[in-house]
């Protein structure tokens, strides 16, 4: 007879094979799944977008994520001056989320894996589409102050927060602005993502949150966001002050092109880090002005 946890690891298995990745926090929409009941192997926001139109890439709307929100009341808290943590995974079983977190370990697949885990061609377990950690992209967290989904736009959405070198481990941290003012009482809206640096298809990953920001003590709003520009080498041509999440590869509403080659040799590809001129941590020039 097979065993309850027999059947619940070859289900992880199979929906963890090749599994592309998302942060995990029961503040985020979709948490279980699409199909109305909960999900403890949830999957569908790992999905990467490609070559989509604007209505299904933004907020993850291609299969419907966007319309399954968390449940009333619960919020990824952001402690202004402080940091907060989620879990990035190929799938839900592999976090703390599900299953009391028996099939989690450091790494996003629940597996085992060396520290200095260096694979020349491409790490594909877990799929992190990069050769070793000092080559991962960078993910990225942006807030938009509005309380209502549908009232998100690229322009009202601004990154706050950028890890370097990730995604890698399982528990990822990012850091907050002091400045952050709060958010309306109904919270905000928040988003994940990043843009992968090669290796394998050159699709990107968005996932939407409701969030709040705590301890919060200034009251001066953020700047509109610009579209980030490609600037590696030239400082100088970075776009200052706050930011447009990277939206690339996309059928429409592009915010970003590149074509060459880096310094590196390798093609261009814009990230969440400094060839596109975000600074490690908390984005502290995005507001309209100092405190108040």
Same mark, same amino acid.
């Given at each position: 007879?097979?065993?309850?946890?027999?059947?619940?690891?070859?289900?992880?298995?199979?929906?963890?094979?090749?599994?592309?990745?998302?942060? $995990?926090?029961?503040?985020?929409?979709?948490?279980?799944?699409?199909?109305?009941?909960?999900?403890?192997?949830?999957?569908?926001?790992?999905?990467?977008?490609?070559?989509?139109?604007?209505?299904?890439?933004?907020?993850?709307?291609?299969?419907?994520?966007?319309?399954?929100?968390?449940?009333? #009341?619960?919020?990824?808290?952001?402690?202004? #001056?402080?940091?907060?943590?989620?879990?990035?995974?190929?799938?839900?079983?592999?976090?703390?989320?599900?299953?009391?977190?028996?099939?989690?370990?450091?790494?996003?697949?629940?597996?085992?894996?060396?520290?200095?885990?260096?694979?020349?061609?491409?790490?594909?377990?877990?799929?992190?589409?990069?050769?070793?950690?000092?080559?991962?992209?960078?993910?990225?967290?942006?807030?938009?102050?509005?309380?209502?989904?549908?009232?998100?736009?690229?322009?009202?959405?601004?990154?706050?927060?950028?890890?370097?070198?990730?995604?890698?481990?399982?528990?990822?941290?990012?850091?907050?602005?002091?400045?952050?003012?709060?958010?309306?009482?109904?919270?905000?809206?928040?988003? $994940?993502? $990043?843009?992968?640096?090669?290796?394998?298809?050159?699709?990107?990953?968005?996932?939407?949150?409701?969030?709040?920001?705590?301890?919060?003590?200034?009251?001066?709003?953020?700047?509109?966001?610009?579209?980030?520009?490609?600037?590696?080498?030239?400082?100088?041509?970075?776009?200052?002050?706050?930011?447009?999440?990277?939206?690339?590869?996309?059928?429409?509403?592009?915010?970003?092109?590149?074509?060459?080659?880096?310094?590196?040799?390798?093609?261009?590809?814009?990230?969440?880090?400094?060839?596109?001129?975000?600074?490690?941590?908390?984005?502290?020039?995005?507001?309209?002005?100092?405190?108040?």
């Amino acid at each position: 007879m097979i065993s309850l946890g027999g059947i619940l690891i070859a289900l992880l298995s199979l929906r963890s094979a090749n599994a592309h990745l998302a942060a $995990w926090h029961t503040g985020m929409y979709c948490m279980d799944g699409t199909s109305g009941q909960v999900d403890q192997n949830a999957n569908e926001i790992v999905n990467p977008l490609y070559q989509l139109p604007f209505s299904q890439w933004w907020m993850h709307h291609n299969n419907l994520c966007d319309e399954f929100p968390p449940a009333p #009341g619960v919020f990824l808290d952001l402690p202004a #001056g402080g940091s907060f943590t989620v879990e990035i995974a190929g799938n839900r079983g592999q976090t703390t989320l599900s299953f009391n977190g028996q099939f989690t370990s450091e790494w996003p697949d629940g597996q085992q894996h060396p520290d200095d885990m260096n694979i020349p061609t491409c790490i594909v377990q877990p799929n992190m589409h990069t050769q070793n950690q000092t080559m991962a992209a960078g993910t990225a967290f942006a807030i938009s102050y509005q309380s209502d989904i549908s009232n998100v736009t690229p322009e009202n959405l601004a990154v706050f927060s950028v890890r370097y070198h990730t995604p890698w481990k399982r528990l990822t941290t990012y850091d907050v602005p002091a400045a952050m003012p709060a958010c309306p009482p109904a919270g905000c809206i928040c988003a $994940w993502g $990043w843009v992968p640096n090669g290796c394998g298809e050159p699709n990107m990953y968005m996932q939407p949150f409701k969030c709040r920001v705590t301890n919060a003590s200034s009251r001066t709003p953020l700047s509109a966001p610009r579209a980030p520009v490609w600037c590696e080498g030239n400082p100088d041509a970075c776009v200052s002050g706050a930011k447009q999440m990277i939206y690339w590869n996309q059928l429409e509403r592009n915010n970003i092109q590149v074509s060459g080659l880096g310094l590196s040799g390798h093609p261009k590809s814009p990230a969440y880090n400094q060839k596109c001129g975000f600074a490690d941590g908390a984005q502290n020039d995005i507001f309209s002005g100092p405190p108040s």
